[in-house]
Structures are given as structure tokens and as C-alpha cells.
């Protein structure tokens, strides 16, 4: 059984790295793991890694997850996947293919970034989802 996750933490640094590697990839959709740890109804994201994509377009990233979600190692666990929405579905909002993949996953929480770049300016939003609760709550560490 999933945890009832409320509320997912993660360090700014940690966040601005999978940024600044999404922002690389940019106009393509890219994706990463969610390891870290589960202290009852809070997930702390300790690291974001990169992972081999399977498929990587403006519409759409694939990759298989290297372990279960659930699996731990070294003290922490596969939490899930975070991935990027570019422009022009530049919404952090989950697409229903999104939803079935976390679903089928069986991930505990999972992100969705929306980038848009303009000539002087990127703009960078993201939402997180725990499979037993819907949208929760993103706390930015600094």
C-alpha cells in the first residue's frame, strides 16, 4: 500500500540542477528519477537523477525506470519521475497519458515542469502529485 503523501520537500539546489540539465534539452520534453525519503505523510527529494530516455521529443519523454518505484538503496527510495512540459504545453499540468504512466509505475509522487524560454527570459513552474492524494504541496528548501 502507498503512503498518504501530503507534502514533497526539496532543496533548491537539488531542484535548480534538474532545471538547468531541463533547460539543456529545451525544446524537447526531458525526464529524471526521484530518490529520497518518506517521514510520514511528507516525501523529502534527496537527489533528482538523470536517467537513459527511450524516446525524447517536443511532445513526449520516455525511459524505463531502472528499479521499482518503492525500491530502496542506499537509505533512500525511488519516489518517482519528474519531467518537463515545454512550450507550447508550457502548463505544469499532467497530461492523462501522464496519469496512467504513474499509475502503471506505481510511483509515490511525481513532478511536472512547464518551461518557456523567451529571448531575455525563461519561465520555470512546477507541480507535484502523490498517487494517493492528487496535487501536493511543493516546500522549497534553501
Not at 532545471?19 to 529524471?32: H, N, S, T, V
Not at 518518506?38 to 525506470?65: H, M, Y
Not at 525563461?122 to 492524494?133: G, V
Request: charged share 25%; proline share 4%.
Amino acid at each position: 500500500m502507498q503512503p498518504s503523501i501530503h507534502t514533497v520537500v526539496v532543496d533548491r539546489k537539488i531542484l535548480d540542477g534538474f532545471k538547468r540539465r531541463a533547460l539543456k534539452q529545451y525544446p524537447k520534453e526531458y525526464a529524471e528519477q526521484l530518490w529520497g525519503t518518506v517521514e510520514g505523510s511528507k516525501a523529502n527529494i534527496c537527489v533528482i537523477e538523470p536517467v537513459d530516455l527511450t524516446q525524447q521529443t517536443r511532445d513526449g519523454v520516455d525511459f524505463d525506470f531502472d528499479q521499482r518505484c518503492g525500491t530502496k538503496h542506499s537509505g533512500m527510495t525511488l519516489l518517482g519521475s519528474i519531467h518537463t512540459h515545454p512550450a507550447p504545453y508550457d502548463h505544469a499540468e499532467p497530461s492523462a497519458a501522464d496519469i496512467s504512466s504513474s499509475i502503471h509505475d506505481k510511483e509515490i509522487v511525481w513532478g511536472v515542469c512547464g518551461i518557456r524560454k523567451t529571448a531575455k527570459r525563461r519561465f520555470f513552474s512546477c507541480r507535484f502529485w502523490s498517487a494517493s492524494r492528487g496535487e501536493i504541496e511543493l516546500v522549497v528548501s534553501e
